[in-house]
Each structure stands twice: as structure tokens, then as C-alpha cells.
């Protein structure tokens, strides 16, 4: 349970900085969240990074 308690707090000032960011901050921990007890440690927090993938790539192109 502290690996996505830590990757919450690494994302914490993302959940200040506005609605979308907020989204895909809080998509990612429920996918850290519901692989915690399925995969090795370190698994799920790349997997909620892999998630949050598109929401950066989508931002990039419309800036």
C-alpha cells in the first residue's frame, strides 16, 4: 500500500494545477491501486505512468 500512497504524493502539485490534470492523476492511482495486489512491486506504478501517457501525448499536440 505505500507504493501508490508514494506515487500519489509524487503527483500531489499535478492535482493543483487544474481539472485534466486532476483526471488523469487520479486514473493513474486507481490503476496503481488495482494492480497493487495482482503484480510484483514497482509493476503497478509503471503501469499508472503508462496510463497517463495519453493525456501528455494529447496535450503536447494541442499546444
Known amino acids: 500500500m505505500l507504493g501508490p500512497a508514494a506515487f500519489l504524493a509524487l503527483l500531489w502539485p499535478r492535482l493543483t494545477a487544474g481539472r485534466t490534470e486532476a483526471r488523469v492523476a487520479l486514473a493513474a492511482a486507481v490503476v496503481a491501486l488495482a494492480a ?6 514497482g509493476v503497478p506504478v509503471m503501469l499508472a505512468a503508462v496510463a497517463a501517457l495519453p493525456a ?3 496535450k503536447e ?3
Open 36 to 41: 497493487t495486489p495482482l503484480l510484483p512491486p
Open 56 to 58: 501528455l501525448l494529447r
Open 61 to 63: 499536440k494541442s499546444a
